[in-house]
């Protein structure tokens, strides 16, 4: 969008026909010229509409592209248009060469007729889902910097110079978007459900303990990246779980993160619902927190369980008594459960740390390379015939013993003392012969 001459907004050369029946795209226009407008210069420092004047940086077609706005899009058709302008408006702001994409994600109004009338680059993203739709216009972005937001008008695009400003010259990787109070951010009456009011300073919670993510709205979908940056993260998640996958991925893998207060707008769309669904997309989300945490998921319960099954195995090898409780074999049984379902906990916390450090979902843990460098294949099987050869040792010792008395009647109250440690030991042995092989498996080094 550009001018030649200083001219009144109604004689502007707009990008459809202004004869014919008025379309959203142009209320739209109208609506962000007098938005914009209002936060101009004197006339004595700066000619009238001289927020439409292009720089010459930014046409010079010689010059990368240093800024993609991206907006994914599902019939926005009531706000698309504004979303767009206010975007040329800050790439004209800022002086730089940039663009604006809309990932259409099968829109059935007029969002891609709007987008196109306006200069906006369509990108056709046929696979459902939120984070779909964003991967695909991201992956099309020509420029250096990524920009990206929703495209009903909650979020402000007029105010991408101050999330460019904190990450040009490599100053960040990632600038997170903030509409919290805690952060410094703001929202408007009606622009947040009061469950989310909720819900999203908890996941936000989550985040800051589970992965120590130094952000304050995990949630908030306006936010800039450096596209080598994204391109290191190897982005998954095709829902609305991408945004908190960016936030962690790039926390565990030491990204310099920078937040911008912002202030939350009502949602401007009056045809169509939000595309946010509270409960399901909640679950996914804490669903991936704990994909994304073996630690949390499987090595933290493992270690309560095995402290729960050492305790009790000690209670009844001691013989102890406590308030009157005598703890004999049944504590025991129970105890030597707790202790193979935290085995296996934690065997599936080892594998799941080092797949996801294989496939390069997580960075690779020191403490697992040094457990896999102390305990290799052989040392672990080794380990693991020891225990089962005790245990059935102990079996067959039992056996025997029964055997020499006869086959008589048995003392319970003895002989599982011996006969549930021994299964226990035989049981956890098979646990890691077949864990280390496994280890190895998804260890082997890729060409």
Known sequence: MSATDPQSPQELQLPFNTQEQ???AEEQMDRVVDILTADQHSPAEKPENAWLQVDSKVTDETKPVELSIVMP????ADTVG???????????KMGIRGEVIVADNGS????VEIAESLGARVVHVDRPGYGAALMGGIEAAKGRYVLMGDADDSYDFSQAHKFYEQIKDGQADLVQGCRLAAGGGRVMPGAMPWLHQWGNPALTWM???????KIHDVYCGMRIFSKEHYTRLDQRCTGMEFATEMIIKSTLFGAKISEVPITLHPDGRKTHAPHLRTFRDGWRTLRFFLLLSPKWSFIAPGAMLALLGVLGCFLVMAKL????VVFEAHTLLLSVLALLVSFQLGSFGLLAKSFAATEGILPKDARVE????RFTLERCLLGAAGLIAAGIGTIIWQTLSWGAGGFGNLDYSVTMLRIIPAAGAVAIGAQLAFSS???RLIRLARR
């Open 22 to 24: 008025r379309n959203p």
């Open 73 to 76: 899009c599902l019939d926005e």
């Open 82 to 92: 504004t979303c767009i302008l206010k975007a040329l408006h800050s790439l004209e």
């Open 108 to 111: 059935r109004d007029d969002s």
């Open 207 to 213: 985040v800051r303990k589970m992965f120590r993510a």
């Open 321 to 324: 008594t406590v308030a009157g």
């Open 370 to 373: 040094r457990f896999c460098r």
């Open 437 to 439: 092989l496994m280890l």
